[in-house]
């Protein structure tokens, strides 16, 4: 762990809430497939035409016209259009960033997000009483979809009145986001609930030593207690959940870069290369080598890390 110990704010109003959008379009395009990436901003997109799957941690969701997806700082997202689409969208932060003007939509493979991890916004769904999913349910939808077009075709005018007045209706998204989630609540740590922060959390450290106790330390739980409520609320240990983690984020590395078998268990947080194709073939059935061997077509014999540890 680093000497800095992160803090999940106990109040959302604790970070000043100043919508800026960085980038919105109307996507008009055939089938399309923009591959893995990490955002370091929210993403908002409205399917007006077409389905699309998108793939979120992990996790595939479908959407269809009329839905609204949102997808937070730090998640790892495929974008993929299974017909022809319309879909409307706007990268932005939601929280103030005095460097904000030099943060970026990031780019497709781009999984790595540590030297830039000083422009990263914090995530809505790590502050307490906020849980928003990916496939937005909104109480007012007509009115939610009105405003989302509106900002999005003001920002396309580029003239001064029209951006504050896209900024303005940004603002009024977010607004009703946080009207929907009946903000502020009253909600325990003590709750499997309030863990929602630990996925991002464990991406900020996936190449250091985390134990159990700095998670608990961070919950400001005792580590057995954080155990028993990370089990409720994930189904396995504080343990497996990170070397999860840690194999799922080695697969984007392999799939998407040309690292070293070394710089992937490095940036991993695994000791050692054998210790790294031990976890991964536990994990998915299969060492590195030949998890890369299989994504680009090609045999490794050669590779020492292909064969049955």
Not at 43 to 54: A, D, E, K, S, V
Not at 110 to 126: A, E, S, W
């Amino acid at each position: 762990m680093s000497g800095n110990q992160e803090v999940q704010p106990y109040s959302l109003f604790d970070t000043p809430i100043l919508p800026y959008i960085r980038e919105s379009d109307f996507a008009v395009r055939r089938p399309w497939r923009v591959p893995a990436r990490r955002l370091l901003d929210y993403l908002w997109i409205y399917i007006q035409t077409g389905h699309c799957t998108i793939q979120v941690n992990g996790i595939n969701y479908e959407f269809v016209p009329g839905d609204f997806c949102l997808i937070q700082p730090n998640d790892c997202v495929v974008l993929e259009g299974m017909t022809d689409t319309i879909t409307p969208f706007a990268h932005m932060d939601i929280f103030y960033h005095p460097e904000r003007e030099k943060s970026f939509p990031t780019r497709p493979g781009q999984v790595d997000l540590k030297p830039y991890r000083h422009l990263l916004q914090p995530r809505l769904n790590d502050y307490r009483g906020i849980s928003l999913p990916v496939k937005l349910q909104t109480a007012q939808p007509t009115t939610f979809r009105d405003t989302f077009l509106r900002m999005v075709g003001l920002w396309q005018q580029r003239d001064a009145i029209s951006q504050l007045e896209a900024q303005q209706a940004a603002t009024d998204l977010v607004i009703a986001l946080l009207k929907d989630q009946q903000w502020p609540r009253e909600t325990s740590f003590q709750e499997p609930q309030s863990l929602n922060w630990i996925t991002s959390y464990l991406s900020f450290h996936l190449n250091e030593p985390v134990s159990v106790s700095d998670m608990a330390r961070h919950a400001h739980l005792s580590p057995s207690h954080f155990s028993v409520l990370f089990r409720a609320r994930f189904g396995t240990s504080p343990h497996h959940y990170l070397l999860r983690l840690r194999v799922q984020h080695a697969q984007d590395l392999l799939l998407h870069t040309h690292l070293s078998l070394q710089q992937i268990a490095s940036y991993c947080g695994f000791a050692s290369v054998h210790h790294f194709a031990k976890a991964f073939k536990k994990v998915t059935g299969y060492t590195p080598g030949s998890q890369r061997a299989r994504s680009s077509g090609k045999h490794s014999e050669d590779d020492p890390y292909t064969q049955t540890l």
